[in-house]
């Protein structure tokens, strides 16, 4: 299976001849990679073991994550050094043909005796002459051309060490991420919103945009300063995939952010806040409606479970639910890009912050990342 892998990878990298030289992965980089990942699997296997709490495992799962990414771009850039090392030779055939073609003529001239050179013993000195001109541009190529299989070889041995690195990875960082769901108990039954102002919304609405516009309707007021705000913590790690009033693809403007995240994250309270509301929202999952402040609303979209229910009082940091998806196998994990990976398929955590003066960027309300 790996060597088919190992053609997938050389696959990526076919458009990469007369590109920027790409960073040749070494053996350091790989001995560096692979114990970065056993440090951290050991980490993680001493939580699993121990009596810790859903945010302190989902930080060792995180912590495991990125150190199996590191693994995965040596393997990549290894891949990419083999592409380029073979297109570099696919592209100099031609004069590896005559480089070739030249070593049998003059093996077959100096295998010759001397006195049977058709222009005779002058013609014999002169091929001589020739022969010793050349031989140390013969030895260079043949250097040159020593050291690129060589890359080759070393590139294809790292391929093969990396994934089978990923391949355990990815069943440890599975089993862990099971472990973290059944660690949490889910609440499957969602009490009605007190506010029956939400309780209507939530009933009328069509779309996420008509219920956070139920929720703060008013289109003029103060809208609290940066430096009036609280510092609060993401909900998940930060990798923004769509920034405030961005569109998404079908050209709609959503006024909050996208986050990318790993499979099976972990959500947790970006502050100190009452659960407004909690549970199913059309087909947006679960949401989650916030209220951190006398006039602000935190909204959390597309959650796969939730742990807290309607009118609960939470701290900061605390879980609130998880993230769906699934972690891949080793053959997609090299695949897919480099946006998708990290923990494997990513999750879309949909984030609007509200004040009262109507939305505000997330981005400058929040400060740091989980932990």
Known sequence: MKYWLRIAILALFCGLAGGVPFHAATPEDLDAAAARLAQAGRALDELRDGEVGPVELADGISIYDRSLSQVRSVVLQAGALENEVRLQILRESAEMST???????????????????????????????????????????????????????????????????LEDGLAKLASARAELVDQLQFRQEYRIPADHRLTEALSSAESLADLTAEL????????????????????????????????????????????????????????????????????????????TGASELVILANLAELIVSTGERIEKGAPLGVLGGRSPGVEEYVKIPDLETGAGLREALYIEVRDRGGPIDPVAWFDGNNG
């Open 99 to 165: 480089f070739l073609a030249m070593l049998e003529s003059l093996s077959l001239g100096r295998a010759r005796p001397l006195g049977l050179h058709p222009e005779g013993p002058l013609g014999a000195a002169r091929a001589r002459m020739m022969v010793g001109a050349i031989l140390p541009a013969i030895s260079d190529e043949a250097v040159e051309v020593k050291a690129r299989l060589d890359a080759i070889e070393l590139a294809g041995r790292q391929q093969e060490e990396g994934l089978a690195l």
């Open 216 to 291: 703060d309707p008013s289109s003029a007021g103060r809208t609290v300063s940066d430096t009036e705000r609280e510092a609060r913590l993401w909900p998940v790690d930060k990798s923004v995939l769509r920034a405030f009033n961005e569109r998404d693809a079908a050209g709609v403007l959503w006024p909050g952010i996208v986050l990318s995240a790993a499979p099976s994250s972990l959500v947790r309270a970006p502050g100190d806040a009452t659960v407004r509301y909690a549970g199913p929202f059309l087909d947006y999952r679960a949401i989650i409606v916030l209220e």
